[in-house]
């Protein structure tokens, strides 16, 4: 038998998971738990980095988030579900990665200058934020993965982490694989005003919605544009609702509206109101897990400590390894 190949992947704790989270990231790692030995972890120092001024949020953000992932599936018994902060060796192997990373590397990395302009309202000429894809390479290269599950903005990072290995290889010996990024193709689900789904935006609807919640947001999406009255025909090839429809709706359903709607037999709100009802009844059983998380917590602590030993356990190995490389 072939030993499984390694993969991780983290999430910064900025809010409740919403359907853009599911989507783009979080069912594709449920996926890969029986194929990959899978490590999947809150990256809560992350966090830090852009929300150093507010930071009251980030260790409940950081529970409820994998109250979240439990809810949907990810699972302690096949995976090491672990939080970044309390493996302090990742700071450890961060301060060594920086000696050895050119400081061109970060600064002329994409992801880095889009979002210095994209978050302008925050002050981010900081040393840890320019350093983020540092930390990033020390939580991937700790556990020796080879491969890291992203979305296409985190490709450059990956990038940067096969730099950095590569570097500290030749400098100390090969202690590290070059891991590859793992893109999978995902839904292209958009929240509710058609901009990418954001907490930020406010335009996203979160797996723990209520069904209210779901109902009100879902009248509030933007649909074919085009489409201005009832008697207009509609285009749902262009329509972010019918995407829901082909996630949530059984397709039989999918295909007699995709036919009303070009025809103009149905009317958005009728549409909508299908929608949401299928949505609800697909959050059920995830929110059903998270209610019964939410009522044990002590099992929730166990949880997160099993994980957070078992990474230990690796960090610590990886460390004494990356010492004796450096003689310190
Ligand atoms: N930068 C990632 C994001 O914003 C989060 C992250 C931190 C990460 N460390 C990681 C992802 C290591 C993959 C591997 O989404
Ligand atoms: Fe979109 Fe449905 Fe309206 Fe057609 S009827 S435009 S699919 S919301």
Redesign the pocket.
């Known amino acids: 038998m072939t030993k499984k190949k390694r993969i991780l992947s983290g999430m910064r704790p900025t809010g409740p998971l919403h359907l853009g989270n599911y989507h783009g990231a979080l069912a594709n790692w449920i996926k890969m738990q029986d194929q990959y030995d899978c490590f999947f972890f809150i990256a809560d120092w992350h966090a830090l980095t852009s929300n150093y001024e507010e930071t009251g949020s980030i260790k409940s953000y950081s529970r409820e988030m994998m109250i979240d992932w439990l809810s949907v599936g990810l699972s302690p018994e096949k995976s090491t579900l672990f939080v970044q902060s309390a493996i302090k060796e990742h700071a450890e192997l961060f301060l060594y990665l920086s000696m050895i990373t050119p400081v061109p590397w970060l600064e002329r990395n994409p992801t880095y200058k889009d979002q210095v302009l994209q978050l302008n309202n925050k002050d981010l000429s900081t040393f840890g934020f320019l350093g983020y894809p540092v930390l990033q390479a020390a939580d991937i290269i700790m556990y020796k993965a080879n491969g890291v599950p992203v979305g296409i903005d985190q490709v450059p990072h990956v990038e940067i982490t096969r730099e950095i290995a590569r570097r500290f290889n030749h400098l100390y010996g090969r202690i590290f694989p070059e891991p590859d990024a793992i893109l999978t193709k995902t839904p292209k689900i958009l929240g509710l005003d058609r901009r990418k789904m954001s907490k930020s935006y406010d335009n996203a609807i979160f797996l723990s919605d209520s069904p209210d919640a779901v109902a009100k947001k879902t009248s509030r999406?933007i649909?074919?544009p085009k489409?201005a009255r009832k008697n207009d025909p509609?285009?749902?090839a262009v329509?972010?609702?019918?995407e829901f429809?082909k996630l949530y709706s059984p397709e039989a359903i999918g295909s007699e509206?995709?036919q009303?709607?070009?025809q103009a037999l149905?009317?958005?709100v009728?549409?909508?109101k299908i929608?949401a009802e299928n949505l609800v009844k697909a959050l059920q059983p995830f929110q059903e897990k998270r209610g019964y998380y939410l009522d044990n917590p002590k099992q929730v602590d166990e949880i997160i400590f099993a994980g957070i030993e078992n990474a230990r356990k690796i960090a610590r190995q990886t460390l004494k390894q990356v010492r004796d490389a450096i003689h310190i």
């Open positions: 999406m649909t074919d489409r509609g285009n749902p329509c972010n609702v019918f429809h509206i995709d009303s709607c070009r149905i009317g958005c009728e549409c909508k929608m």
